[in-house]
């Protein structure tokens, strides 16, 4: 089963700029998706972005048009390019992998936008 480091996260203020990634331990070709997921203290663990094998995505309502997934298969790491963040998008991220069947986590990594 592969295994996910996510890194990247930090303290922003707001308007400004984060890139997150995603490691995998085995090769993420084989994925049938993967994903980027955020959940803030006291809420519902929330989808941002998925890219296909195809390179195909697809965005939250949320995030479209300030976050950008983008994998790269050679490294086997997926990025998330966020931009414009708010106030509301602290959280914590999370990277999954979906194989076809089930789906494999990483352990996240903190996102604070503050002013």
């Known amino acids: 089963q592969v295994q996910l480091a996510e890194s990247g996260g930090g303290l922003v203020q707001p308007g400004g700029s984060l890139r997150l990634s995603c490691a995998a331990s085995?090769?993420?070709?084989?994925?049938?998706?993967m994903g980027w997921f955020r959940q803030a203290p006291g809420k519902q663990r929330e989808r941002l972005a998925t890219?296909?094998?195809?390179?195909?995505?697809d965005y939250a309502d949320s995030v479209k048009d300030r976050f950008t997934i983008s994998r790269d298969d050679a490294k086997n790491t997926v990025y998330l390019q966020m931009n414009s963040l708010k106030l509301e998008d602290t959280a914590t991220y999370y990277c999954?992998?979906?194989?076809?069947?089930?789906?494999?986590w990483g352990r996240g990594t903190r996102v604070t936008v503050s002013s």
């Open positions: 999954a992998a979906f194989p076809g069947r089930g789906v494999t």
């Open positions: 890219i296909g094998s195809r390179g195909n995505t």
């Open positions: 085995g090769s993420i070709a084989d994925m049938f998706e």
